[in-house]
């Protein structure tokens, strides 16, 4: 069982808020990231890390914004949400130096519905 | 850059039956490749996986099939059961510190009572 952790599971926002998905691992992982998924759908990678003070765009474009001042810690921010925003996002941390290479852990999600 | 292709994305079988998903990937540099399960209104979970010093990786009723020179891989679920339906994903990476994993589309398996 991985022990990362996002909240909140599922937030409902109108249309302009400010909101920030917390994500925190307590495995020690160098490396994290966020996906973003809707339902059954495929997995795109908007934000990763390989360490404090790291980030990196994703695949995907996203108008969010991530940090990385702690090892543990990973949030994402949209500034102004919008309903195109409305979808789940993942996420997720792997160890830079396990032998497993670069099996990644996911999150439960946090389902973020903006009206 | 890597590109994973997986096929179907839909099945449904029978109950009992045997499953297959096929994922076909681009980079030959790619040596670590692991299979992921997302039950509904779960984040994915780790299955199996496999590196590619080996051709095949067996747990339970669960297998995964290398082959690198014609560069795919399946996952084969035998005997399959109600809790086997899912969204199954599968994935490929070259093992090191700096390589990003990528995901295939996903395939959605139901099982039919």
């Known amino acids: 069982e991985a022990d990362i952790y996002q909240t909140p599971r599922y937030l409902v926002i109108g249309t302009g808020k400010k909101i920030t998905l917390e994500c925190s691992q307590t495995?020690?992982?160098?490396?994290m990231y966020w996906y973003q998924q809707d339902p059954g759908m495929e997995l795109h990678l908007i934000h990763y890390?390989?360490?404090?003070?790291?980030?990196e765009k994703g695949d995907l474009s996203s108008e969010s914004t991530v940090s990385r001042i702690r090892t543990e810690h990973f949030p994402l921010t949209l500034e102004s949400a919008r309903p195109s925003h409305t979808s789940q996002y993942l996420c997720?941390?792997?160890?830079?130096?396990?032998?497993?290479?670069?099996?990644?852990?996911f999150g439960e999600g946090s389902w973020l519905t903006v009206v | 850059g890597e590109n994973v292709e997986q096929h179907p994305s839909t099945l449904s079988v029978q109950e009992g039956d045997s499953a297959v998903i096929k994922c076909t990937y681009s980079d030959s540099a790619s040596n670590y490749f692991p299979w992921y399960k997302q039950e509904l209104g779960k984040g994915p979970q780790l299955i199996i996986d496999?590196?590619?010093?080996?051709g095949e990786k067996k747990d339970q009723r669960i297998a995964v099939t290398l082959n690198k020179t014609a560069k795919h891989f399946s996952l084969h679920i035998t005997e399959t059961q109600p809790e086997d339906s899912a969204v199954y994903f599968c994935?490929?990476?070259?093992?090191?510190?700096?390589?990003?994993?990528?995901f295939g589309s996903g395939t959605r398996l139901s099982i039919r009572p």
């Open positions: 890390s390989y360490g404090v003070n790291s980030t």
């Open positions: 496999i590196r590619s010093n080996v």
């Open positions: 495995m020690g992982h160098d490396k």
């Open positions: 994935a490929a990476s070259p093992l090191g510190s700096a390589s990003k994993i990528i």
């Open positions: 997720a941390s792997s160890d830079r130096n396990s032998y497993s290479g670069n099996t990644i852990y």
